[in-house]
């Protein structure tokens, strides 16, 4: 396996330890636009694609961001991504449509990952719901 594709695996295993810690049942699959396949606890069942980083990315123009990639297929999909910093062990869920090119390190706390796992639970409820501003 490359060092990429070793990232890549930590992190999904990394985020379906988080998800199922707080109830939901995840299922690790091979397709391009999803690495887990997540049962709610209300049943419905959604996919989440993993991104990993496996430490902050050097840039002058932002400081200290984790950097992910995305197909451009991808960016479009209405699908929840798992944006992982094994370096901190955080997993930030982000909603479909978010920006998430770059996250500020910054943003890898506990705090806000237990939001971002709050947002992605509640959006099982109502998932047409705009999550990207709720606090």
Not at 69 to 95: P, Q, Y
Request: net charge positive; aromatic share 10%.
């Amino acid at each position: 396996m490359s060092r990429k594709t070793d990232i890549g695996r930590q992190g999904e295993f990394l985020a379906a330890y988080l998800l199922e810690r707080n109830g939901i049942e995840c299922h690790h699959v091979n397709r391009q636009e999803a690495d887990l396949w997540c049962k709610m606890p209300n049943g419905t069942l959604l996919p989440v694609q993993v991104k990993s980083a496996s430490k902050p990315h050097k840039d002058p123009r932002w400081p200290t961001p984790y950097r992910y990639h995305f197909f451009s297929r991808t960016k479009e999909n209405s699908i929840w991504v798992a944006c992982v910093a094994l370096d901190v062990g955080i997993v930030l869920m982000t909603a479909p449509h978010e920006p998430r090119n770059w996250i500020r390190k910054e943003m890898f706390t506990e705090y806000e990952q237990a939001q971002r796992m709050e947002q992605f639970i509640a959006a099982s409820v109502s998932p047409t719901k705009d999550l990207r501003h709720a606090t």
